[in-house]
């Protein structure tokens, strides 16, 4: 299992995946707007997605929760 985080504080630009969706190791999950660049987030390994913590258009800070992936 693992918890994605964000890797800085930001808005959630665009969710790829949902809960229940396949992802291969480094597959990118969202995108992030920190800025106004687009920063990818990727799965760290292959898996399951279990669930999403956040929605498009969301802020986050560094370090919150984005996604569990098993």
């Given amino acids: 299992m693992a918890e ?4 800085m504080s930001g808005n ?3 969710v790829l995946v949902k809960a229940g969706d396949q992802v291969q190791a480094d597959d990118e999950i969202l995108f992030m ?3 106004k660049m687009e920063v990818p987030v ?6 399951v997605v279990k669930s999403l913590a956040v929605r498009e ?3 986050v800070e ?3 929760l984005l ?3 098993e």
Avoid: S
């Fill in 33 to 35: 707007e920190v800025m």
């Fill in 4 to 7: 994605i985080r964000a890797p």
């Fill in 67 to 69: 996604a569990i992936i």
């Fill in 57 to 59: 258009e969301e802020t």
């Fill in 12 to 14: 959630i630009w665009k």
């Fill in 42 to 47: 990727t799965a760290p390994h292959g898996g």
């Fill in 62 to 64: 560094a370090e919150a």
